[in-house]
């Protein structure tokens, strides 16, 4: 059961890489710049991506660690 776990948790956390790494695309060859850059949109939340990825993976641990102590 703790390998399973252990695999899971491996999944998700190289998903979640994955997402975060998103949008770090290549623009198109020929331009496109569009009216904010060099292709992508820019949006205030992308300045702190990992920061909410670091503090969203802390939750995570801090509520598995309670309710595993609680043995609901």
Known sequence: MKTIN???SAALFLS?????KADDIPPPPGGGTGGVGPGSAASPIDMYVYVLSAV?????VFFTKKYKSQKI
């Open 6 to 8: 252990k695999l899971v």
């Open 16 to 20: 979640a890489i994955i997402l975060v």
């Open 56 to 60: 969203a993976i802390a939750f995570i």
